[in-house]
């Protein structure tokens, strides 16, 4: 059975970082290029950013660039993504999506909340 379980939301005040962490487990993980999406109230659900097989990393958001990393650790079959300098913006339910040849998994998302 396929499961992504995202975890590591939360509040969290303007400034600063949170990390959220999916684990995966059914499939093999190290073939799947990992992305990160998130929706916040009101809006479609846009593209983070993306990690690949061979850990080349995008940010597709520029609103998060220079802020947010993601990052995979096959051994745990969990991909990351470290999130700096939080801003109410943010503001979103984060999930992680599994691809591999147009096959896609998502998880049930985690929730993150940026305010004072």
């Known amino acids: 059975q396929v499961q992504l379980v995202e975890s590591g939301g939360g509040l969290v005040q303007p400034g600063g970082s949170l990390r959220l962490s999916c684990a995966a487990s059914?499939?093999?993980?190290?073939?799947?290029?990992m992305s990160w999406y998130r929706q916040a109230p009101g809006k479609e659900r846009e593209l983070v950013g993306t990690i690949t097989t061979s850990a080349t990393t995008t940010n597709s958001a520029e609103s998060v660039k220079g802020r947010f990393t993601i990052s995979r650790d096959n051994a745990k079959n969990t991909v990351y993504l470290q999130m700096n300098s939080l801003k109410p913006e943010d503001t979103a339910v984060y999930y992680c999506?599994?691809?591999?040849?147009?096959?896609?998994?998502w998880g049930q998302g985690t929730q993150v909340t940026v305010s004072s």
């Open positions: 059914g499939f093999t993980f190290r073939n799947y290029a």
């Open positions: 999506r599994a691809n591999y040849g147009g096959r896609y998994y």
